[in-house]
């Protein structure tokens, strides 16, 4: 008998732990989009699924937002408008990780919610404005590029990357008050900003800057100012 | 009388004395030593006392450690380490990218008023927004970061980047 509550006692604690480190699946973050009581949750499930399926987000993170929002007191239109922008970013297959930043930070520092989605959807057309430049200049997936002795073939990762820093470097710089009439500083904020980030390839970041113009980068800086100033 | 009669005459008067007392004299060394304790050491008596004497030298030592952890200067000087001095709060914590904007509690205040959290070991390279939180409701930028960026309601957050390990950002 003891020995039966011994092996018991065992299995009961080597369950506990397995449950504690299991991973949450993409199931369990749509039980929770389910539970908030989203309007439409096909269009979040196709979404985030294909995030998880691209591996631009983990449904870890996808789970701790969903619960963060679950606290909030805000309408569950608003609520339910965080995660259909994240979840339309996916689907148009841009890089997510700014937006899910900036909806944690203002959930933290108690910004409303109306403000943070306003916040999020600017974002996101500017992670899709400088997506799409990179993407005229052949920057995607897969490209090689040589430069010099230097063979690099682009990941997914890479490019995500540049193309959250470069928007972010823009949307900082416009918010900062920089200059709009002078591109090469404009040009400058990216490139440093791309520069400091070690998750970009030193090879990538010299290729971006021979082919994007400051002309074009002030574009897009432009773009910004112009949705700040209409709310 | 001259100082030197003086030391002549104490001389001559011992030295009477002691030839008179001479057997007692002689007698008094072993009467000392018979009243003395029997003072046999053994070896476990010896080995209690060096294991007394290690465990004291350990918690000195242990204590040396407490005090240099809680009285000394916070380790700021560690590019691992996150500080800010505000003598007068009564916490402070750090959220950042690196935590989902999870306020963390960080160590301190020092005698310095200091406040100091390391960053995580596992924490991947790249760039990372932070602020510190005092008294659970300030927001309050790192004044030793070199980057800054403006954030909602035109609040501005630190940046520190995190290289690739044994590479400097």
């Known amino acids: ?8 006692l065992v299995f009961g604690l080597l369950g506990g732990f397995g449950g504690a480190l299991a991973q949450p699946t993409p199931e369990d973050v749509y039980k929770c ?4 009581g989203v309007s439409d949750l096909q269009t979040l499930q196709a979404g985030f699924a294909k995030g998880f399926s691209d591996k631009r987000i983990t449904p870890d993170t996808a789970l701790r937002l969903c619960q963060r929002l679950k606290q909030s007191s805000a309408p569950i239109s608003l609520r339910e408008g965080v995660l259909q922008i994240i979840a339309r970013a996916l ?6 990780t700014m937006l899910v930043d900036k909806a944690f930070e203002g959930l933290t520092k108690g910004v409303p919610l109306d403000v943070i989605n306003d916040d999020l959807l600017k974002r996101k057309m500017t992670l899709s404005e400088v997506k799409t430049l990179l993407a005229s200049k052949g920057i995607t997936i897969n490209l090689t590029i040589r430069f010099g002795p230097v063979t690099l073939t682009l990941t997914l990762e890479a490019v995500d990357t540049a193309i959250t820093e470069a928007a972010g470097a823009l949307e900082d710089y416009v918010r900062g008050g920089g200059k709009l009439d002078d591109p090469n ?3 400058s904020a990216v490139q440093l900003r791309l520069a400091r980030n070690p998750l970009i390839p030193q090879t990538l970041t010299a290729y971006i800057e021979q082919v994007v113009s400051a002309a074009e980068w002030a574009q897009i800086a432009q773009n910004i100012a112009k949705r700040l ?3 | 009388m001259h100082e030197q009669e003086l030391e002549a005459l104490l001389k001559e008067t011992l030295t009477q004395y002691a030839k008179a007392h001479r057997d007692r004299i002689a007698d008094l060394e072993y ?15 010896r080995w209690g ?11 000195v030592f242990a204590l040396g450690l407490w005090v240099g952890w809680n009285l000394s200067g916070a380790p700021c000087h560690d590019p691992q380490v996150l500080c800010l001095v505000y003598p007068n709060a009564k916490s402070v914590s750090v959220a950042s990218q690196f935590t989902l904007w999870e306020p963390i509690p960080m160590n301190g205040p020092d005698r310095s008023g200091v406040w100091w959290i390391r960053l995580p070991h596992d924490i991947k390279p790249g760039r990372y927004e932070y602020g510190f939180i005092v008294d659970g409701e300030r927001w309050v930028y790192d004044p030793r970061a070199t980057e800054f960026v403006h954030t909602f309601d035109d609040k501005i957050n630190s940046v520190l980047y995190i290289a690739p390990r044994g590479e400097q950002p």
């Open chain 2, 49 to 59: 006392l060096v294991g007394a004497g290690a465990v004291a030298v350990a918690a």
């Open chain 1, 33 to 36: 989009f389910a539970e908030l």
């Open chain 2, 31 to 45: 009467e000392i030593i018979e009243e003395l304790p029997e003072s046999r050491s053994s070896p476990l008596w």
């Open chain 1, 91 to 96: 689907l148009e297959e841009l890089p997510v």
């Open chain 1, 185 to 187: 500083a404009i040009k």
């Open chain 1, 1 to 8: 008998m003891r020995w039966l509550i011994s092996v018991a």
């Open chain 1, 229 to 231: 100033k209409n709310p």
